[in-house]
């Protein structure tokens, strides 16, 4: 893999900065009206769930968000009858956070959409699939802005509160007339049900194998994250949209850290293959003002985000080009918070290892080799690696050298559809965990094969 992706590419200062700690969320919070002394405490509210306030119902499939109405069309980009063309319309002008690619290709929309997210407002979302529009110059350019216009039209709000958004082939010339003939009808089928909702995740898919959706409701609000992405996924965004939905009145001046906290520990905390793509996206959208939230709401809010964002980030690893496995892998005892996400890193896109996880191979060599060959210091004698799955925890390696172990009980371990890897260094007390997949045969086929 490249570059760490960092999805702080927005192009405003406030929408691309990183977050720098608790305090500067906690002044943040207190500047909004939320001023309990307590409030510090929010970097475990994201982890866990503590008594007293209010609790988190997560839902089997999707749920529409009050506030907002869904389509997905043909509209001729993608063959015969098959959904290329999806719509969010919100009934009036949203606050706006937007994370995008950090690759130096850039796609149209995606530069167009930074341009617009510089104003933190968004009115509507609309997202084409089967072709990227990246590397196809001025017309390409030329689309992206067409098609915001004339969404922008339809509603009778500014063109920078309409963000665009393509997946597909890279370089190939998009057929904007196909695509702006399918804008009216977008429109025509927009619907504020669980069924809008689908079609839309359906229309912003590629090669994934099945919609990706998780809803959850914190008191009367709805949170709902929709995403696309099965290749190109590294934790840099890659070939994958992002679009967080909630009516709640998140406070303005918290979303944008808030967003790149979430962001941090779920989208660019997954990998499939390495790749980074030119069109990521990441974007959430909430109503701008409305009542003040509590600080216990407020926090539960955050965790029903964090857990809907993650969920959907699984389910693109575990949705990965011909992935059999989703495996956590998780980094303890590092020195430093970049060390742990390094080691982690290097064991997560290690091409040894995730073919070891395809062949259901308990390697733990591997593993420590790659953690080896990152920037994290730590002594191999006093590393320990255990593998976890289904409740069990057994310990590998320890004090430079394997630990006599049931092998063939590991090995059937590792067949299970998710398992994972604890390494702790034993060097600090900073960690990272991050989730891939294994690589095997079909994902050599698909990509060779096939133009994807």
Not at 258 to 268: G, I, P, Q, T
Not at 285 to 293: K, Q, Y
Not at 407 to 427: I, P, Q, T
Request: proline content about 4%; charged content about 20%.
């Amino acid at each position: 893999m490249s570059q760490q992706m960092n999805l702080w590419g927005g192009a405003n200062r406030d929408i691309a900065r990183p977050f720098h700690g608790r305090s500067s969320f906690s002044d943040k919070l207190r500047r909004c009206g939320n001023t309990s002394a307590g409030f510090p405490a929010q970097r475990s509210r994201l982890g866990r769930r503590r008594r007293g306030i209010m609790t988190i119902s997560m839902l089997e499939g999707a749920k529409a968000v009050p506030g907002f109405r869904f389509s997905g069309v043909h509209c001729g980009l993608k063959g015969e009858g098959q959904l290329d063309l999806g719509l969010i319309v919100a009934e009036k002008s949203n606050l706006l956070a937007a994370r995008f690619t950090q690759n130096q290709v850039v796609a149209a929309p995606v530069q167009l959409s930074r341009a617009h997210g510089a104003g933190e407002r968004c009115r509507a979302v609309v997202v084409n699939s089967g072709n990227a529009n990246a590397c196809t110059g001025p017309a390409g350019m030329a689309a992206a802005e067409a098609t915001a216009q004339q969404v922008a039209s339809q509603l009778s709000c500014p063109a920078y509160e309409v963000q665009v958004a393509s997946t597909g082939v890279i370089g190939r010339p998009l057929d904007a007339e196909a695509l702006l003939a399918g804008v009216p009808a977008a429109f025509s089928q927009l619907d504020d049900s669980n069924e809008g909702l689908m079609a839309f995740a359906q229309a912003i898919m590629t090669t994934d194998q099945g919609p990706k959706i998780q809803s959850a409701t914190v008191g009367s609000y709805t949170v709902t994250v929709v995403g696309k992405g099965a290749g190109m996924i590294a934790p840099n965004l890659a070939t994958m949209l992002a679009f967080a939905i909630t009516d709640a009145p998140l406070p303005k001046l918290l979303l944008a850290d808030l967003w790149d906290r979430v962001v941090r520990k779920s989208f660019n905390a997954i990998v499939v293959d390495g790749d980074t793509s030119t069109n990521d996206t990441a974007l959430l959208l909430c109503p701008d003002g409305g009542e003040t939230l509590s600080e216990n709401t407020l926090a539960e809010l955050q965790r029903a985000l964090l857990a809907c964002c993650r969920s959907v980030a699984q389910q693109m690893v575990a949705d990965g080009e011909g992935a059999r496995c989703l495996v956590e892998i998780q980094v303890s005892g590092a020195a430093t918070k970049d060390q742990a996400d390094d080691a982690a890193r290097a064991v997560a896109t290690s091409l040894l290892c995730k073919t070891a996880f395809h062949g259901a191979d308990p390697n733990w060599g591997r593993i420590l080799a790659a953690a080896g060959r990152s920037r994290a210091q730590f002594d191999p004698d006093k590393a320990r690696l255990h593998l976890t799955a289904e409740g069990e925890s057994i310990l590998l390696f320890e004090a430079g050298m394997p630990v006599a172990a049931d092998w063939a009980h590991c090995s059937a371990l590792m067949e299970k559809r998710r398992y994972g890897f604890v390494l702790d260094l034993n060097n600090g007390d900073k960690g990272r965990r991050l989730w891939t997949c294994d690589l095997g045969h079909n994902y050599v086929t698909l990509n060779s094969e096939y133009t994807t």
